[in-house]
């Protein structure tokens, strides 16, 4: 089974309707991070959460926000999707603290607004 | 500013070498890291290499740094059509969560 899994995989949505990405990981680790991908723009950090009461935003959190319900899950909403929010989103999880930190990323979520 | 910055295509042929290059920001950044995203699939880390190292080898793959200009290679030997994938270099500037990521080079490996 996967480490880190993301629900659902695809969704088409319309301007304007609520939407949530949801994320599961069973690798026990603190640290979940919600990026986008947009093609020739590498990734980009929506939002991140070191543990169940610390929640930041990243570069790019307008129009979206982040539950923590658990260690275990971290879901993505977006209250009023628009069609600029067409994207591929991830969810990644790292093991915290300290120097070496690699993250480990869920197989994505591709959402377009029509 | 922040951005990590990589070329967004690389085309090589099957049994040749690839080099995809990488220019980050922050000389702090203890790890540089290398990943590799597939078709329909999330990053995987691939290799890295610590701010102290000039060279890392790891079976075909060689990851190099120059510290003084900021710049992190991955050299793939005897490339497959396996390979074809995006590449994206990242960093962790030493002290801050961050984890900022290239914009990724897309390599395709011809037969």
């Known amino acids: 089974d996967a480490d880190v899994t993301q629900t659902p995989r695809n969704r088409i949505t319309k301007t304007g309707k609520r939407i949530m990405l949801e994320c599961s990981q069973t690798?026990?680790?603190?640290?979940m991070y919600w990026y986008r991908q947009d093609p020739g723009l590498g990734l980009q950090l929506i939002y991140y959460s070191f543990d169940v009461k610390d929640i930041n935003k990243g570069e790019i959190s307008d129009g979206y926000s982040v539950s923590r319900q658990a260690q275990a899950k971290f879901s993505l909403s977006l209250e009023s999707a628009i069609p600029n929010q067409t994207a591929l989103y991830f969810c990644?999880?790292?093991?915290?603290?300290?120097?070496?930190?690699?993250?480990?990323f869920g197989p994505g979520t591709r959402l377009t607004v029509l | 500013g922040e951005d990590v910055e990589q070329s967004l295509f690389l085309s090589v042929r099957e049994g040749d070498s690839s080099v995809i290059n990488c220019t980050y920001t922050d000389s702090s950044s203890t790890y540089l890291y290398w990943y590799k995203q597939e078709p329909g699939a999330g990053l995987q880390l691939l290799t890295y290499?610590?701010?102290?190292?000039d060279m890392k080898q790891d079976q075909r793959l060689t990851v190099l740094l120059n510290k003084k200009d900021k710049h992190l290679s991955l050299r793939i030997a005897d490339t497959q059509t396996g390979d074809s994938a995006i590449y994206f270099c990242?960093?962790?500037?030493?002290?801050?969560?961050?984890?900022?990521f290239g914009t990724g080079t897309r390599l395709k490996v011809l037969a």
């Open positions: 990242a960093e962790t500037p030493s002290g801050t969560y961050k984890y900022i």
């Open positions: 290499i610590f701010s102290n190292m």
């Open positions: 690798k026990g680790h603190d640290r």
């Open positions: 990644a999880t790292s093991e915290g603290p300290g120097t070496y930190n690699e993250q480990f």
